[in-house]
């Protein structure tokens, strides 16, 4: 039998199926557009027709705009597209993220699983192996030196984090992405409602954005109010500065060092951490400056990533983003077909 | 060593100096003598002699983790540390406590009692014992040793270990800090800590205790013990990055001095016990009496009791300059002494100061004063061709006179001005407001950006260790490595230039990637000499980035005949064209960068 051409494979605007004729989180406007999150760099704005998993309807409404033309499809329901049947299936990276599953007339299956984790989330579905001939996997921590604590005892650390401060008189910011880590980390300190010092979190205007599209779909999250807000419940201290002693504040990793930073006070007052994967390297988190660094990520670790091949059982995996030379060369030396999947963004950011 | 990882863990938790200070203070109330001492050791950046080869502990690391070679160096390459790569990589184990909460906070809801050091808890003099043995093991019964501590600690505590055996703590604390942190602890000036901590720290329960003891006690007398150095600040640039003398006042207010490039060092000569002491100290607390006996020789001909700062050099008696900082570099680290080197590369200590005459302290006099004692006691014992020298007075009455003997730095072989007030007193550290150095422009270069690989310590895994070409013959056309260099750009052009290497990596070999010769860069640096240690068969000194120039595209870069001009004397010293064609075949690649380098 003669090698089939890939189902999926990259052009110039992105992960292209031809037999579908549509693309797989297009860097360009493309016609048809299968979107895995509603990160920045996966769904962009300006093709023709979307579909996204049924769970992250709201997220890519607010992403790609009123008027985008978006199909929602549920979890594990197959539609057609060309003369590829396609379906969308938990990835756990963040609400409604989708790994895409393609079958060929022929049935050959690949899955393109985007961004993914395996770490407990409660604020998506957990990632769910499907199995295939040929996996298209992330690799952004592909070295086995990421290994990820559990997230509950980071996030009983963070907890800490906050008390001790408070108790000190300090103000807390934790930095985390505005989409996904924000909500997670609220979705955990709600479970921990009963340790906080405070009933609520302050958070940056660009986070709060996206909070309703996690009501809508049913998520309980710690109460926020917006720093930009003004609030008769914080009353302005001495220096007619508004008081946030004893408070955390979210905020995106770009507010660090920002004029925004000045209405918490002297430097001195306050305790700035970020929340990332990439915490896990002593000379990350110093180079930022954070105070802390907090270990929890949407990405799978090199374990989940390794662990996460293996029950795939596919004969053929395409590694992209970050590490992704490691991951095939070590797949390839556990005896499978194993090679990078070239884009011309080698994605590396801190954003994990 | 639970208290230590705690204590490394706080400091490491933390932006903020005065957090810091009070968490080494209270680690030096609490800790017995014994380890306090190691802990001061280790903290002012000290490290055990090498106790296991690295290839070693990387090996046992590797078969511990279950890894290959190579993915060990990938790791090693991202993490930017050894000892945090093989803790990170070692088979999971325990998460670690929370360092026990710091002794201002009584979070009794918070509870855990992780301070009690538990029966395995091991104190940190104790492991540096465990540790000292190593160095006299066969490496079988070495990998025992510690593959079982890495069993049995917990990850911090494995981390701490691993540097311990690997070198430099890093944490972030400098010198000065941990001082001040004594001085807090035990109510002290922390100039007089400074001093006493001058002169080689001995990591024992007595040094420890005779560093904290109260004022004025026996303990301040010691024969051989240097003063801590005051250094000059730069000076304040104007908005057209000039320095802006004018700001210092007038010029006749200061003693202006050529700004040698060598070692900055003390020489003392004290009467005591068994014939007194005589000890030249560098500036990086080294013992060099060993190493510059020509100096050291002319020290003890000197009549009389004495400390005087200066600068070592070696010198170039028939062309009256110092020669370059590479000459005086084959003699560092040489305690056995050649006639040939003597020779070649003579030292030379041009004093700047005298700190001490006869056993009185005269650091609180004024400069003129001291420089007056100065030249008196070494001008009554003039020879030719000295191995101690008084450093030549450069007279001017204005800035602008100044400025002109300034712009003749460079040919004297020396790096600028040094600017001190002469009503100064001799302070300690790097005090502003008395001592400035007004340093030359350095040279520059315009090269075009040909490789980078991931920088180690707070740079881990960004790109960050770049390597530089210039043309060979004309532009277009080959372009041969001349320098690597690591600073001079922020933050923000550190992250663009980051992304867009990744983007545009023509070729991998390992962690190094050759990129598209796009991006110009202006490299100063503050001399050029010939060398083989890149293509271009030159090696710069200081090379940083001065200006990330996206006005020029390649062809504007430098060709190495421009670079040429450069070179001192385009006569002997000058390497031929062959010589360059060779060294090229023999670096395919950019030099690999070791891993001792601090960002």
């Known amino acids: 039998?003669?090698?089939?051409?890939?189902?999926?494979?990259?052009?110039?605007?992105?992960?292209?199926?031809?037999?579908?004729?549509?693309?797989?989180?297009?860097?360009?406007?493309?016609?048809?557009?299968?979107?895995?999150?509603?990160?920045?760099?996966?769904?962009?704005?300006?093709?023709?027709?979307?579909?996204?998993?049924?769970?992250?309807?709201?997220?890519?409404?607010?992403?790609?705009?009123?008027?985008?033309?978006?199909?929602?499809?549920?979890y594990g329901q197959p539609f057609d597209l060309g003369s590829v049947r396609v379906s969308l299936h938990p990835a756990g990276h963040v609400l409604g993220s989708a790994q895409v599953r393609v079958e060929s007339p022929a049935g050959e299956v690949w899955v393109a699983a985007g961004d993914y984790k395996r770490a407990h989330d409660p604020t998506c579905a957990p990632f769910e192996p499907i199995p295939c001939d040929a996996f298209i996997t992330e690799a952004t921590f592909a070295l086995p030196v990421y290994r990820f604590p559990e997230p509950g005892i980071v996030m009983d650390e963070i907890v800490r984090w906050w008390r001790e401060n408070a108790e000190r008189g300090r103000v807390c910011v934790l930095f985390c992405y505005a989409l996904g880590k924000a909500q997670r980390l609220l979705a955990e300190l709600h479970a921990r409602r009963e340790q906080l010092p405070q009933a609520f979190?302050?958070?940056?205007?660009?986070?709060?954005?996206?909070?309703?599209?996690?009501?809508?779909?049913?998520?309980?999250?710690?109460?926020?109010?917006?720093?930009?807000?003004?609030?008769?419940?914080?009353?302005?201290?001495?220096?007619?500065?508004?008081?946030?002693?004893?408070?955390?504040?979210?905020?995106p990793p770009s507010a660090a060092g920002s004029t925004w930073m000045r209405r918490f006070g002297p430097a001195s007052r306050v305790d700035t951490a970020f929340a990332s994967g990439w915490m896990h390297i002593r000379g990350v988190r110093r180079r930022r400056g954070y105070d802390r660094g907090f270990v929890i990520s949407d990405h799978a670790d090199w374990a989940d990533l390794v662990r996460t091949i293996e029950e795939i059982g596919c004969r053929r995996v395409l590694a992209t983003h970050g590490s992704s030379r490691t991951l095939a060369r070590y797949l390839r030396e556990q005896g499978l077909d194993a090679s990078e999947l070239e884009t011309p963004y080698e994605t590396e950011g801190e954003d994990g | 060593m639970r208290r230590f990882a705690d204590l490394f863990e706080r400091l490491d938790r933390t932006t903020s100096t005065n957090a810091r200070l009070d968490a080494m203070a209270a680690y030096f109330r609490e800790t017995p003598p014994e380890d306090a001492a190691w802990g001061v050791y280790f903290l002012i950046g000290e490290k055990l002699k090498r106790l296991v080869k690295s290839a070693d502990l990387r090996r046992w690391a590797m078969r511990e983790a279950?890894?290959?070679?190579?993915?060990f160096r990938e790791c090693r390459a991202s993490v930017g540390d050894m000892a945090e790569t093989i803790a990170l990589l070692l088979p999971e184990r325990a998460h670690d406590p929370e360092p026990s909460p710091e002794p201002v906070l009584l979070l009794e809801t918070l509870g855990e009692d992780a301070d009690a050091p538990s029966e395995r808890d091991l104190s940190l003099s104790r492991w540096v014992e465990r540790l000292s043995v190593l160095r006299h093991l066969e490496p079988r019964e070495q990998e025992r040793r510690v593959v079982s501590w890495w069993r049995e600690l917990s990850a911090r505590e494995v981390f701490i270990l691993n540097k311990l055996m690997t070198g430099a703590l890093r944490v972030g604390v400098s010198r000065t800090l941990v001082v001040r942190a004594l001085a807090r602890a035990f109510n002290i000036e922390k100039e007089r800590v400074a001093h006493r901590l001058m002169g080689g720290f001995e990591p024992t329960p007595d040094a420890f205790c005779?560093?904290?003891?109260?004022?004025?006690?026996?303990?301040?007398?010691n024969v051989s013990r240097p003063y801590p150095f005051f250094l000059a600040s730069p000076i304040a640039a104007t908005s057209d990055q000039e320095a802006d003398v004018e700001s210092l006042g007038d010029a006749r207010e200061y003693l202006a001095e050529w700004k040698w490039d060598g070692i900055r060092a003390q020489l003392i000569k004290r009467a005591g016990e068994a014939g007194g002491s005589l000890t030249l100290w560098s500036r990086g607390d080294e013992d060099l009496t060993l190493r510059f006996p020509e100096v050291t020789a002319a020290a003890a001909r000197t009549p009389g009791a004495f400390v005087l700062d200066g600068e070592l050099v070696a010198y170039d008696h028939?062309?009256?300059?110092?020669?370059?900082?590479?000459?005086?570099?084959?003699?560092?680290?040489r305690t056995n002494v050649h006639e040939r080197a003597l020779r070649e590369a003579p030292g030379v200590f041009i004093a700047y100061d005298v700190l001490e005459l006869d056993a009185a302290d005269l650091r609180s006099r004024a400069l003129v004063e001291r420089r007056r004692l100065l030249e008196d006691l070494l001008h009554a014992h003039a020879g030719d061709r000295r191995?101690?020298?008084?450093?030549?007075?450069?007279?001017?009455?204005?800035?602008?006179?100044?400025?002109?003997?300034?712009?003749?730095?460079?040919?004297?072989?020396?790096?600028?001005l040094m600017l001190k007030r002469l009503d100064s007193p001799y302070r300690v550290g790097r005090v502003r407001g008395d001592w400035w150095k007004w340093k030359v422009e350095p040279l520059t270069i315009d090269a075009v950006l040909t490789y980078a690989q991931p920088g180690s310590g707070r740079r881990a895994n960004l790109l960050t260790d770049y390597t530089f070409s210039v043309w060979r013959n004309e532009p277009g056309g080959e372009l041969v490595t001349i320098t690597k260099a690591y600073s001079g750009l922020n933050a923000k052009e550190i992250e663009t230039l980051d992304k867009w290497i990744r983007q545009h990596t023509l070729?991998?070999?390992?962690?190094?990637?050759?990129?598209?010769?796009?991006?110009?860069?202006?490299?100063?640096?503050?001399?050029?000499?010939?060398?083989?240690?890149?293509?271009?068969g030159l090696a710069l000194r200081f090379p940083r980035m001065l200006r990330w120039r996206t006005d020029k595209n390649p062809h504007d870069a430098d060709t190495l005949a421009s670079v040429l001009e450069l070179l001192p004397s385009r006569g002997a010293d000058a390497p031929p064209a062959q010589t360059v064609q060779e060294a090229d075949a023999l670096h395919p690649l950019p030099e690999k960068t070791e891993d001792s380098r601090t960002l």
Not at chain 1, 219 to 237: E, G
Not at chain 2, 66 to 71: A, F, M, P, T, V
């Open chain 1, 201 to 251: 979190a302050w958070v940056h205007g660009s986070t709060n954005l996206l909070n309703p599209a996690y009501a809508e779909g049913g998520i309980d999250l710690l109460p926020t109010r917006r720093v930009s807000d003004r609030d008769a419940n914080n009353p302005k201290d001495a220096h007619g500065k508004r008081d946030y002693t004893g408070h955390l504040v979210l905020a």
């Open chain 2, 387 to 416: 191995a101690i020298t008084v450093s030549e007075c450069v007279v001017a009455t204005s800035w602008e006179a100044l400025r002109e003997r300034r712009a003749s730095s460079r040919s004297r072989g020396v790096e600028g």
């Open chain 2, 507 to 536: 070729e991998r070999f390992g962690p190094v990637r050759r990129v598209e010769p796009t991006h110009v860069f202006e490299i100063g640096f503050e001399a050029i000499g010939v060398s083989d240690r890149h293509k271009a």
């Open chain 1, 1 to 74: 039998m003669p090698a089939s051409p890939d189902l999926l494979r990259v052009d110039d605007l992105g992960l292209r199926c031809e037999l579908g004729s549509f693309h797989v989180d297009p860097w360009r406007p493309v016609e048809h557009a299968v979107i895995t999150h509603a990160h920045a760099d996966h769904a962009r704005p300006g093709s023709g027709r979307y579909w996204c998993a049924e769970a992250g309807l709201g997220l890519a409404r607010r992403r790609l705009g009123a008027k985008a033309e978006i199909t929602p499809i549920p």
């Open chain 2, 210 to 221: 005779r560093l904290i003891a109260p004022e004025g006690s026996a303990e301040d007398r």
């Open chain 2, 318 to 333: 028939d062309a009256q300059r110092p020669h370059p900082f590479g000459v005086l570099q084959t003699r560092i680290g």
């Open chain 2, 66 to 71: 279950g890894i290959e070679e190579w993915l």
